[in-house]
């Protein structure tokens, strides 16, 4: 096992390396880079598309006005030499290849760089976001999994009863709900929108959290985080519980089931002893999607309603602001928590199996 965890660890570096190559490729070609965002902020147009109505008139009026043959929107009127520092201070005087390579090399040495808008480095500002993220991530996947294996199994012991039904109904509807539409509907009922105000409206933790005793911040803490993570996990709950019914039904058709029940053993014996470690597998493989789709996907809408300063947030307001230090370090820190997800993932297999043998597989 030692060697199929070196192997793995050692394609993280070729796999965050491909991640990197096709994201930053993909960048040279967006418009709107941190050089035309400063241009544009200081003409006064707030950003670089405004002053544009799309009728192809509005160029003929720049030219005419500022009679400036600079490549960027937001520097008609503005100095050469001024367009030039400004480019060489971003780093943007250098050809692509040469900018990839550096950052590469930066990142070798756990060098971020720092952002182009806030002064602080990518690194600190990613540690300064992660509690948050890793608290959604984290808890949402927990509690959907704790409670989507024990009610997927009970579904499939009891396939078509009125139980399987009834709770199927309510679990098609949890998987419809978009997890920003059930978030505004826990803020409304619960957050003080229009009926009860249990539960606080925005942050991670009280503004007096630094003088409570140890089990008030614990529960200060939970007090918080209830509604977004309830928001995060509605989907994959959904998505897991039906997955595992679906599992158990097929390894309880098997035929050693059939014989462990003819020998006389337990239904929880042949169900947790014989049934359970074959049935999840599939589950724990679409451990890492589901951790990461909360971590990163579902973060970004959930951290933005319930106003928590996480990486998701900060990931989308980097990409709107150009920042792309922070662009690439944020990437750079999910692409590196996915791949490390994966590999546990892995280990977890021969928790549940242990006959699963992965250095004895070939290549």
Known sequence: MGAYILRRLLLVIPTL??????????????????????????????????????????????????????????????????????EKEFGFDKPPLERFLNMMWNYMRLDFGESYFRSISVFDLVMEKMPVSITLGLWSTLIAYAVSIPLGIRKAVRDGTTFDTWTSGVIIVAYAIPGFLFAILLLILFAGGSYLQIFPLRGLVSENWEDLSLVGKVLDYFWHITLPVLASTISAFATLTLLTKNSFLDEIKKHYVM???????????????????????????????????????????IETIFSLDGLGRMGFEAAVARDYPVIFGTLFAFGLIGLVVGILSDLMYVVVDPRIDFESREG
């Open 17 to 86: 390396l491909g991640i990197m190559i096709i994201n930053f490729t993909l960048v040279q070609f967006v418009p709107g880079g941190p050089v035309e965002q400063v241009l544009a902020q200081m003409q006064g147009e707030g950003d670089v598309f405004s002053g544009f109505s799309g009728d192809g008139n509005d160029a003929g009026v720049g030219e005419e006005t500022f009679g400036s043959d600079s490549e960027y929107v937001g520097a008609r009127g503005l100095p050469k030499e001024f367009i030039e520092e400004l």
């Open 259 to 301: 014989t462990a029940r003819a020998k006389g053993l337990r239904e929880s014996r042949v169900l947790y002893g014989h049934v359970f470690r074959n049935a999840m597998l599939i589950v724990i493989a679409g451990f890492p999607a589901v951790f990461v789709g909360v971590f990163f996907g579902g973060s970004i809408i």
